[in-house]
């Protein structure tokens, strides 16, 4: 079916699911994912152009770049380093062009309000929250951990999820909304959420998990085929990439150039024999680099 090596991936890839969002008008909000590779990544290096702005080490997944012109459009890349020294390849290029500078804004957004949280298994929480105003429009939110920046999600978006936490572990989260100006608005009321116990990985409804997960068989000129179907997790971000068990062991992943589709589908061959059952799973890679939840397993039979 699957040979180790496919299994495995390459040895280092680029980073995924990189994202860059404007933050003002001369600051962009610069996230992305670990590479999808079996290679220990030590450094990230985020470039702007052909210019490198920033080296981060291997546990940050985000950057806010400044001192940027308003009413200008960047591109940005990022690449990881291995524990060899060596560079990796670039990621995608990622577009954005910061809004228009406002003279003399100096009115900050309302503060957000009716913030909710949810666990989300041991390691996530899905956060949402009601549209904050402001008179020239609100351009990004901020996401707080206790008083650290934590996440940035677009001015059109109210949901985020955070992931990467301790299990059993208590946590405050706020959010602040943000102008082109740079004006910021007073923090939203805190929600304090702790974390379930137990082993990461998440068993049974979590935010985090790939939605309405079917798997069917399919026979083709002798062939036998699984088709796959569900809907992404809501995570306030790109989804770029979802990997696939059979019978308990990762048999590959699934990655899309862009974002993935509101109704993401894949197939793939398991075998010539009718008759045999298989266990199938996903689960989707977060904007934090981190797995989410398994979506519920399914079992189909060759040739049924």
């Not at 280092?12 to 990544?41: D, F, K």
């Not at 940005?76 to 809004?99: E, Q, Y």
């Amino acid at each position: 079916m699957f040979t180790d090596d496919e299994a495995a991936g390459p040895a280092l890839t680029e980073p995924v699911g990189v994202t860059a969002q404007a933050g003002s008008a001369t600051s962009v909000h610069v996230m992305w994912n670990r590479p999808v590779s079996t290679t220990e990544v030590t450094q990230y290096e985020v470039y702007r152009g052909a210019d490198r702005v920033r080296r981060l080490s291997a546990t940050q997944h985000m950057i806010d770049v400044t001192g940027l012109r308003p009413r200008t459009r960047y591109v940005f890349t990022v690449r990881a380093r291995g524990a060899d020294g060596a560079l990796g390849p670039a990621s995608r290029r990622v577009t954005v062009t910061t809004p228009a500078a406002v003279a003399e804004d100096r009115a900050a957004p309302s503060r957000p309000s009716g913030l909710r949280g949810s666990v989300s298994g041991t390691g996530a929480v899905s956060l949402t929250w009601r549209a904050a105003h402001d008179d020239r429009g609100v351009v990004s939110y901020d996401v707080y951990q206790g008083t650290t920046k934590i996440h940035s999600v677009g001015g059109k978006e109210t949901r985020a999820v955070v992931t990467g936490l301790r299990p059993g572990t208590a946590y405050a989260f706020s959010v602040r909304a943000r102008d082109a100006a740079d004006n910021t608005s007073s923090p939203s009321t805190t929600v304090r959420l702790t974390t379930a116990r137990g082993k990461d990985g998440g068993t049974g409804a979590d935010a985090t998990a790939p939605g309405d997960f079917r798997a069917r068989s399919r026979t083709s000129d002798g062939a036998h085929y699984i088709d796959l179907s569900w809907t992404p997790p809501h995570t306030g971000g790109e989804v770029p990439a979802y990997q696939v068990f059979v019978d308990g062991a990762q048999a590959t992943t699934v990655m899309w150039g862009a974002d993935t589709p509101d109704a993401a589908k894949y197939s793939f061959y398991i075998g010539k024999e009718a008759g045999e059952r298989h266990r199938v799973k996903i689960r989707a890679q977060l904007p934090d680099g981190t797995w989410g939840a398994f979506s519920p397993e399914r079992t189909v039979t060759t040739g049924g």
